[in-house]
């Protein structure tokens, strides 16, 4: 019978909601904190059942995304609906087609790979530490590019901006999210960049970009959560749910204000430290 605490229930809830947005990798952080407590911590990541909690708590931060930018959504999907071509929320959604069917290719066709490889410390840290380097790489390689400027309006400005070329080379770039250590938001967010987007383009981009992906993995593995693997201990499942799906909306709401003015710098470096002394933790001293 697999139990865990309400600690263990909100901690790993929080790291879910605040690193799900945070380019620092949610599925990363998953993996390396309990790791790192060690202990019983460590036992409860390590059990079979730990993926569906975390999919539960992916669950809760895809349905704060929709709710975060529910306006946004309804006109995309009222614009599909009635088929207005003209509309910029019409070429948004068949952009957000092209990002998610990379990711979705890959995550079907290695869905056993990924889920052998989720709860494996040093590949986390090894995954962590290439983050940073992506993230530091992206905005190096993009410093010198001169500000543009573009409609107020955030779907105008995707609508106008993002090409459906940049949309499936940023999709490609999303599959390497599926490696624990790499963070979704963050690749997504860098290869906007270095396909010529702009920073807070490419994150807005990227903020409509995670809920499609997010929802849907979520989904597909959601039945498995009442096939009884985790009886016992539903109470502190949705405890740690309302957890993660609060701190994912103060994560969007910090990182809104964030990429209107600030680099991906921070996290770059948060990312090489963590993952370089984790790498030594679980390289050498496991």
């Given amino acids: 019978m697999f139990h865990f605490s309400f600690l263990q229930a909100a901690v790993t809830g929080l790291i879910q909601g605040i690193t799900e947005l945070f380019p620092v990798s949610s599925l990363g952080h998953s993996v390396l904190i309990p790791a790192w407590l060690g202990g019983s911590w460590r036992d409860f990541a390590g ?15 895809a ?21 207005k071509k003209s509309e910029p929320e019409f070429r948004i959604f068949w952009l957000l087609v092209l990002g998610t069917i990379p990711v979705a290719l890959v995550g079907f066709a290695f869905n056993g790979f990924f889920q052998r490889n989720f709860q494996k410390p040093l590949s986390a840290a090894i995954f962590l530490t290439l983050n940073g380097f992506i993230l530091l790489g992206a905005e190096q390689l993009t410093a010198k590019r001169q500000p543009r400027t573009f409609p107020d309006d955030e779907d105008l400005a995707i609508a106008e901006r993002v090409s459906p070329a940049q949309a499936l080379a940023i999709g490609v770039g999303q ?25 807070s383009i490419a994150a807005d981009f990227a903020f409509l970009l995670a809920f499609p992906v997010i929802f849907g993995a979520s989904i ?15 109470g502190a499942l949705v405890f740690g749910s309302v957890i993660a799906f ?35 933790r679980f390289g050498f001293f496991s």
Avoid: E
């Fill in 63 to 83: 349905i704060a995304l929709f709710i975060l930018f529910a306006p946004r959504w309804i006109s995309i999907l009222r614009s599909v609906i009635t088929w």
């Fill in 47 to 61: 059990r079979d059942q730990y993926l569906l909690v975390a999919v539960a708590f992916h669950l809760a931060s």
């Fill in 246 to 280: 609060l701190s994912t909306i103060f994560a969007v709401k910090v990182l809104v204000r964030w990429f209107a003015h600030n680099s991906l710098r921070p996290f770059a470096f948060y990312c090489l430290t963590a993952g370089a002394l984790s790498i030594i």
């Fill in 175 to 199: 599959s390497a999210a599926l490696f624990a250590g790499i963070s979704r938001f963050g690749i997504t967010v860098s290869f906007g960049m270095l396909r010529g987007l702009s920073r």
């Fill in 220 to 234: 597909l593995k959601l039945p498995k959560l009442g096939n009884g693997a985790l009886s016992g201990s539903y």
